[in-house]
């Protein structure tokens, strides 16, 4: 019996022992959100400031963290809450980008309200609609085919694509993120080493995981689309962008020569230009007249963003036609400068948030009340399989050391 009972107080300080481990590897990946990190691994990264290659501060480690995640490099860090690691890196990057703390409990500002919705509602179908090829397929079933810009072709590599069955002037893009578009007005100046260059890196670039972290581009299957060379006349297109409040347009931007001198211009659902910025750098410039086709783009706008808590419709007019662009769920990724403060404070308040949040990796909602649900859950069992492996190493090597005999005399 006094065997027995010393056997059961060695398993109850070896547990005890493993637990403290574990609460260590746990406090480890709170305080630095990795673990396991060898210096040489400090050093694939180009982003960190110190000359040693060392992170300098807390943040270059998260840094390092995302720009493996955008790589889609495992580490060892992702049995722990994925979740718990995209929240970090949000607000890091929020307190690089504004020098302020960003609070997710309760988010006050329509930036702040961005960043909650990129973490906690990035539901599958902004995923679809993201994607600049699937969403084809929805604007199709909704508003019509005939409001999509032609398609000249779909690949999945560069070297797919038949540059020689292509018209003179067209526009590649990369269906899953943002800003991957290039512009060919004429095809016989095309650098095709530096085209493929270009599109291998972004086809190999994970933008939902991203510093941004807008999850809802996460996983969108990678593919290079063609289409139609667009012009409304100007040499560009006016992009029109509606912004949306729960399936309501609230009012619409113009943005006019983006690819030179950007000006945009803010405008009431009549039409009347608005005193009000969506960053100060765009240079605002009055426009002769509203689109005649007001009136339908944001009735087609409705209906695009219905059930939507926030989404801007972008479309474009070429030769009086109406032409779907894209939706977006987070313009600028929240990190917009808008001015004045009381239009801040009123995008603010027609962003009601949601008591129930989605978690992205395992594909539920939950009550933010509650702990959030991980992938440590899943991981749980092979931890219980390496104690009871733990516990009987050490039972052994007392035994081998003749502890056990020791403590029967």
């Known amino acids: 019996m006094k065997e027995l009972f010393w056997f059961l107080i060695i398993i109850i300080f070896c547990f005890c022992l493993i637990m403290v481990f574990l609460y260590i590897l746990i406090f480890l990946y709170k305080r630095f959100g990795i673990i396991g990190l060898k210096e040489k691994d400090f050093k694939k990264s180009h982003i960190f400031s110190d000359e040693n290659n060392k992170p300098s501060n807390y943040l270059d480690i998260y840094n390092y963290y995302y720009y493996n995640l955008s790589r889609n490099r495992f580490d060892i860090s992702m049995i722990f809450s994925m979740n718990e690691v995209y929240k970090k890196i949000i607000q890091n990057t929020w307190y690089e980008k504004t020098n302020k703390t960003l609070n997710l409990n309760n988010p006050l500002t329509f930036n702040e309200k961005m960043q909650w919705l990129k973490l906690y509602n990035s539901i599958p179908i902004k995923t679809i609609l993201a994607d600049k090829y699937l969403v084809r397929e929805y604007i199709k079933n909704k508003i019509g085919a005939q409001y999509l810009i032609p398609l000249l072709g779909v690949y999945s590599k560069f070297e797919d694509i038949n540059f020689a069955q292509l018209p003179n002037q067209f526009v590649i893009k990369c269906n899953h993120g943002s800003g991957?578009?290039?512009?060919?007005?004429?095809?016989?100046?095309?650098?095709?080493?530096?085209?493929?260059?270009?599109?291998?890196?972004?086809?190999?670039?994970?933008?939902g995981l991203s510093f941004k972290m807008e999850l809802h581009y996460r996983d969108i299957q990678p593919k290079i689309i063609i289409e139609k060379y667009m012009d409304d006349g100007t040499g560009d297109l006016r992009d029109y962008k509606i912004t949306c409040f729960n399936g309501k347009p609230e009012f619409l931007w113009i943005d006019i020569n983006r690819h030179s001198e950007h000006k945009r211009n803010l405008y009431d659902l009549?039409?009347?230009?608005?005193?009000?910025?969506?960053?100060?750098?765009?240079?605002?410039?009055?426009?002769?007249?509203k689109p005649k086709q007001l009136r339908q783009l944001l009735k087609?706008?409705?209906?695009?963003?219905?059930?939507?808590?926030?989404?801007?419709?972008?479309?474009?007019?070429?030769?009086?036609?109406?032409?779907?662009?894209?939706?977006?769920?987070?313009?600028?990724?929240?990190?917009?400068?808008?001015?004045?403060?009381?239009?801040?404070?009123?995008?603010?308040?027609?962003?009601?948030?949601?008591?129930?949040?989605?978690?992205?990796?395992?594909?539920?909602?939950?009550?933010?009340?509650?702990?959030?649900?991980?992938?440590?859950?899943?991981?749980?069992?092979?931890?219980?399989?390496?104690?009871?492996?733990?516990?009987?190493?050490?039972?052994?090597?007392?035994?081998?050391l003749k502890i056990i005999k020791l403590i029967k005399k």
């Open 180 to 207: 991957f578009n290039i512009i060919v007005k004429d095809k016989s100046n095309l650098n095709m080493e530096i085209i493929k260059k270009q599109l291998d890196e972004w086809m190999g670039y994970n933008y």
């Open 300 to 400: 087609l706008a409705s209906i695009l963003s219905k059930n939507f808590l926030f989404a801007r419709i972008d479309f474009y007019l070429v030769d009086q036609r109406i032409y779907f662009g894209e939706i977006t769920f987070t313009p600028g990724s929240g990190y917009l400068i808008i001015t004045p403060r009381s239009f801040e404070k009123r995008l603010s308040s027609l962003i009601k948030l949601p008591k129930l949040a989605y978690n992205v990796d395992i594909g539920e909602y939950y009550m933010l009340e509650n702990p959030l649900k991980t992938k440590f859950n899943l991981v749980f069992p092979i931890y219980l399989f390496e104690i009871s492996l733990i516990i009987y190493l050490i039972y052994y090597l007392f035994a081998k």
């Open 270 to 289: 009549k039409g009347n230009q608005l005193p009000y910025e969506f960053n100060t750098k765009y240079k605002s410039i009055p426009l002769s007249e």
